[in-house]
């Protein structure tokens, strides 16, 4: 099972406040899902959940024929993956790759490699460009060890998965390794070959926002005072 979790995204990035208004931010928000759930979708070769209740994501959902379990309380990813790994693993599913909203270059063979490099009875840990934070996370089986997202995320998964005494891939994919959260992550996705949703928003954005920096570091012409 693929799972997606997805926090309300009205209030989507607030660390991009200083760059994009906060429609900016959503709609930012609502192109990068769109082009992570389209991938999942070309992959085609494992059940999908969205773990959300947010409607922009419930209809894409519907778009897909993705199951959705219900994230009603929308308090974390943390808190709504622990909620959807207890559902996966009380009916039986074998395993569970979890891959956020806001990693729009991943494509459908970046999501066949985890699937390939997975041991039988392990996890693949696939960690951010800075080595900080986990980008996406398959457990198998389902429930194998608990998963803390945050920032620093990506060390305490890698012990968390070593001390369950299974095999432990950690698998570097620089399209995944790119989640946006910082202007310099918008500025890398605005940069990076391709031609998604959020690549011409990210351009057009990063545009407006060195346009917008050259304009107030320009110095005003003096005016001449008259004798």
Do not use: W
Not at 48 to 62: G, K
Not at 115 to 140: F, I, M, Q, W
Not at 183 to 190: S, T
Request: negative net charge; charged residues 25%.
């Amino acid at each position: 099972m693929i799972l997606v979790p997805v926090k309300n995204l009205r209030n989507a990035k607030q660390r991009l406040a200083t760059m994009l208004d906060s429609s900016a931010r959503t709609e930012l928000a609502h192109a990068m899902v769109a082009d992570v759930l389209q991938s999942i979708a070309d992959y085609d070769a494992d059940d999908v959940s969205l773990v959300t209740s947010d409607l922009f994501a419930l209809d894409l959902a519907n778009q897909h024929r993705f199951e959705v379990i219900r994230d009603d309380s929308n308090v974390s990813e943390t808190d709504a993956i622990a909620m959807a790994t207890e559902l996966c693993a009380s009916r039986g599913v074998q395993s569970t790759l979890v891959v956020p909203g806001d990693i729009p270059l991943i494509e459908a063979e970046d999501i066949r490699a985890i699937y390939e490099s997975a041991p039988p009875n392990g996890s693949v840990l696939v960690p951010s460009t800075d080595k900080r934070g986990s980008n996406a996370v398959l457990r198998r089986p389902a429930a194998l060890f608990p998963l803390r997202f945050g920032n620093d995320s990506f060390i305490p998964h890698l012990a968390a998965a070593v001390a369950t005494n299974t095999s432990c891939v950690v698998l570097s994919l620089s399209r995944i390794g790119l989640d946006i959260d910082t202007p310099e992550d918008l500025r890398q996705l605005a940069l990076a070959p391709g031609d998604k949703q959020s690549q011409r928003l990210a351009r057009k954005f990063v545009n407006a926002d060195e346009r917008l920096i050259t304009v107030q570091g320009t110095p005003q012409p003096e005016v001449a005072a008259e004798s």
